[in-house]
């Protein structure tokens, strides 16, 4: 019959015990990628306007706050997202805009 504490002993083959310690795995939080508008001489302030509120969710105000930092600084930040998220919206936003045969471009960059 077992006590418990045999449970945690392992027995080295040579009548030596060891006791099994238990250790917790560490977790990591996941590297954050923001993604970035270029600006262009091309497309239209309207529709960067658009590609923001629809495809990072922001209202009026904030996308068009986005697309003005975007169209005087040359990039600006649509959010800040895990890898597979910020893959996504650059896939997303790159082939909506070929979609309306705009050269905006879309990037991510590791925070």
């Known amino acids: 019959m077992s006590n418990g ?30 993604v970035l508008l270029l600006n262009d001489d091309y497309t239209p302030m309207e529709f960067v306007v658009h590609v923001v509120e629809r495809f990072f969710h922001k209202n009026l ?3 068009t706050e986005i697309m003005l930092h975007v169209h005087h600084h040359g990039v600006g930040e649509c959010g800040v997202f895990t890898f597979e998220v910020a893959e996504t ?3 997303q936003v790159m082939d ?4 309306h045969q705009h050269p905006l471009q879309c990037v991510m960059e590791k925070k």
């Open 96 to 99: 909506f805009a070929r979609k």
């Open 61 to 63: 105000e904030e996308a």
């Open 5 to 34: 504490d045999e449970d945690n002993n392992i027995h080295d083959g040579e009548g030596g015990v060891g006791v099994l310690t238990r250790t917790k795995p560490k977790t990591k939080r996941p590297s954050l990628y923001r």
């Open 89 to 91: 919206k650059v896939t």
